[in-house]
């Protein structure tokens, strides 16, 4: 964890360890976290002079923003918040922050269900979606087609490791969808009953590369040799503006006790494991740094030890364009490869980072 400022207000170090914790989940749901951790900053300020307080607020956002690295609506929260914080006093920019802040979540809230009405569009009475993780996105989609008096099917895979697919499961029994659940591996064999793939994304790229839970790009392959067209509900907060300029999305790695528990480490390589304790420490005790990771090159895998059983848990995949059909946003539905220029309209040309907003 990241060194947080001195003036940081608890109740933005509780958010900031339930998105690192995935307490709170999801693009959407920790964008709109975000901001209102940064009003909640706003609002406990004691700063008496505006610079100190546009310190607080920044620091704020950079202990928000070192929580996961991948879903871009995080820093494009942050990025709006910092966009209108405007004032020459400490009272007039606690009020700016405030109320961008939640017109932040308010435009969140209206876009997601524009972009619920766009996305029905695209569903049929009697139509059987198979879906991915848990995407609030995607949930609109369903639930606006649900509200046009059609009946829909899903087909839900249960996502491996976390099992989000469980909490789309119990949404979707909430509204009386009949569900079948499905581990991952088994989305081939059912891909002959759906007539749409839909899924959310937590960040697309310039060249129309949708960025989402990890099992996605592997699904879109699959769909199109099924002839199954795949469908991407997005709001325009998960368009990566960084991308326009060459830079490539971070894909989270989670700690590998997700994927196997240390009973389980112990079932495959035995003793041989003594040379480090648990995950994310090395022989030193520590979190590991440059100098521990010169070491591991050698006989011990990167968590230190020398049993030769490395276990990978990256949290996202890249789905390139050509296998997504189109994505679903609240100005629209686009075909992947058109996407840039809806970025460029709303983002511009110049990016940096979210407390320094260029424009
Ligand atoms: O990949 C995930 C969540 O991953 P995690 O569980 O690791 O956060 C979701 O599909 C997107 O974030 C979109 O969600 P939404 O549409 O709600 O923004």
Redesign the pocket.
């Known amino acids: 964890m990241a060194d947080r400022g001195t003036d940081v207000d608890p109740a933005v170090a509780t958010t900031a360890d339930e998105i690192a914790a ?1 307490e709170i ?5 920790i964008a709109d976290a975000a901001a209102e951790a940064l009003a909640a900053q706003a609002r406990a300020s004691t700063a008496e002079r505006p610079e100190a307080f546009r310190r607080e607020l920044r620091d704020a956002a950079k202990t928000l923003y070192e929580t996961r690295p991948t ?1 871009v ?1 995080l820093p494009n929260a942050l990025r709006y918040v910092f966009r209108g914080m405007d004032g020459e006093t400490v009272a007039d920019l606690r009020a700016a922050t405030v109320a961008r802040a939640e017109r932040f979540q308010h435009e969140l809230a209206h876009a997601q269900s524009e972009l619920g009405a766009v996305g029905a569009n695209r569903l049929r009475d009697g139509d059987v979606v198979m879906t991915h ?6 949930l609109a989609c369903i639930e606006a087609a649900l509200e046009d008096g059609k009946e829909l099917e899903a087909i839900v895979r249960e996502t491996r490791p ?1 099992k ?1 697919g469980h909490i789309t499961a119990r949404q979707l029994r909430e509204w009386d969808v009949p569900v079948t659940l499905v581990v991952d591996n088994a989305s081939r064999r059912y891909l002959n009953r759906a007539d749409h793939v839909l ?4 960040s697309i790229a310039a060249d129309g590369s949708v960025i ?2 990890i099992g996605t790009s592997g699904l879109a392959v699959t769909a199109r040799e099924r002839g199954v067209p795949v469908m991407v ?1 997005a709001q325009t907060i998960k368009l990566h503006p960084d991308t326009m300029t060459g830079h490539t999305v971070e894909i989270e790695m989670r700690d590998e006790r997700e994927v196997l528990s240390e009973a389980e480490r112990h079932e495959i390589v035995g003793d041989a494991d003594d040379a480090g304790d648990a995950r994310g420490t090395d022989n030193d005790g520590d979190a590991g740094d440059a100098e521990d990771g010169a070491d591991a090159r050698g006989d011990e895998n990167e968590n230190g030890r020398d049993d030769g059983l490395t276990v990978e848990n990256p ?2 995949d890249v789905t390139p364009p050509r296998y997504v059909d189109a994505i679903v946003t609240e100005h629209g539905q686009f075909p992947p490869e058109s996407i840039v220029t809806l970025m460029r309209e709303l983002f511009g040309e110049t990016t940096s980072e979210p407390w320094n907003p260029s424009r």
């Not at 989940?25 to 749901?29: E, L, M, Q, S």
């Not at 993780?133 to 995607?138: G, L, Q, Y």
């Not at 899924?199 to 937590?202: F, K």
């Open positions: 995935m989940r999801g693009a959407a749901t879903a609506s993780c848990h995407s609030t996105d995607a976390r989000q899924i959310g994304a937590d989402n839970k509900a949290a996202f």
